[in-house]
């Protein structure tokens, strides 16, 4: 495994199925690529299945997975392109850098979380599947309600493989609904 963090998608993964084979899987912030490691694997890359793992840090060759160096902010459009059609799955494991002050490091950790979702409601085909890094002190409320609106379950997720010290959880919405401007 190339990181710590790829234990944690496993068990989460092993109790939600969301990595099923065929999915398209986009991974935001993928270096060093744990996620896109499990995700090729799980959904069978690239026979079957397809994933893109994205960061603006450089990040070496995982079998089956296609690495994109950019900003995920600028190209939603070029990556649904990518994948041949909207993504099943977006993950998003990123954190931004630790400034040692909680409240600061928790509000960059949530506009990381909110610019993901933004993202994900671009690219995901209806059913698809969010899962995102947040830090206890809990999932801002409009981000919440804006995800409930959009998927049909939300939930915090604490795989066993976090430290139990840890402040990290995992944000998981599953059954998206479609985007605004899909609907009838």
Excluded: C
């Amino acid at each position: 495994m190339r990181s710590r963090a790829a234990y944690k998608l496993i068990e989460i993964d092993d109790k939600a199925h969301f990595l099923r084979k065929g999915a398209r899987v986009i991974d935001l912030g993928a270096a060093p690529g744990g996620w896109s490691q499990i995700a090729a694997e799980r959904v069978d890359a690239p026979r079957h299945g397809k994933v893109i793992a994205i960061d603006i840090l450089q990040m070496d060759p995982v079998p089956g997975v296609n690495f994109v160096k950019l900003d995920f902010h600028s190209a939603p459009g070029a990556l649904k392109g990518m994948m041949g059609g909207p993504a099943d799955v977006v993950l998003s494991d990123m954190a931004a850098n630790a400034t040692g002050h909680a409240r600061t490091d928790h509000l960059k950790i949530m506009a990381l979380v909110e610019a993901a979702a933004d993202f994900a409601r671009g690219v995901l085909a209806p059913g698809g599947t969010f899962l995102a890094k947040v830090l206890q002190g809990g999932t801002e409320a409009a981000l919440l309600a804006s995800l409930k609106r959009d998927y049909k379950s939300v939930k915090h997720v604490k795989p066993p493989a976090s430290r139990v010290d840890s402040a990290e959880l995992y944000l998981l919405a599953t059954g998206f609904r479609g985007a605004p401007d899909s609907k009838t």
